[in-house]
């Protein structure tokens, strides 16, 4: 019988992770991203995501970017005509990919991330017969005009915006952000997810 309380603690932690994980699975989701719907982004995301670096053309190498991360990253092998590579850089153990139509952001598949997300913004998917997500919006910073129910500057969710589509590979977790002119379907971006190595 296990009674020292770091041993409690210990068994406890794993309990929650696989709790934490078995809700992911049995929701057809992924074991290390699990979406929280929320209806208003909390306060704490927004001072921090001010704090973020500013873009700028950075090009690092590929093995620059795994030296920094410390995982192999994976890349798509079919992209749309006419979207370029604009920027590839690490930052805070990510990779980031970025093309003129979609951004791609992968980080090592070691723990469990819980983004944020609109209500009922989250859609099962399948790349390569595995499980996905697909995500319908992103979070809107508005304005200030007089008709708006929310207070100026707060986020709020947009489905009409920047779907996202995250899956699994190799032990990485892979975001396709589609952005841009192109305006990227979810069968465009489970095109590009499908043709990862």
Request: charged share 15%; net charge negative.
């Amino acid at each position: 019988m296990i009674t020292h309380p770091t041993k409690l603690a210990i068994v406890f932690t794993g309990i929650l992770i696989f709790a934490v994980i078995g809700v992911a699975w049995a929701q057809g989701g992924l074991p290390h991203v699990v979406p929280q719907q929320v209806n208003q982004i909390p306060s704490q995301l927004l001072q921090s995501s001010n704090e973020r670096q500013a873009p700028g053309q950075r090009l690092m190498s590929i093995s620059e970017i795994e030296n920094i991360t410390g995982f192999r990253l994976v890349l798509p092998k079919v992209l749309p005509e006419d979207c370029s590579l604009n920027e590839r850089f690490a930052q805070y153990q990510h990779a980031f990919l970025i093309y003129d139509c979609v951004t791609i952001m992968e980080w090592k598949a070691d723990g469990v991330s819980q983004p944020f997300v609109g209500q009922d913004s989250v859609e099962n998917a399948t790349v390569n017969s595995k499980p996905a997500l697909y995500i319908n919006g992103a979070w809107k910073t508005r304005g200030t005009s007089a008709n708006q129910s929310t207070t100026p500057g707060q986020p709020v969710w947009d489905s009409s915006i920047l779907p996202s589509l995250i899956f699994e590979t190799n032990n990485v977790v892979v975001q396709l952000d589609a952005w841009g002119q192109q305006k990227l379907s979810k069968e465009d971006l489970l095109k590009i997810a499908e043709s990862f190595e």
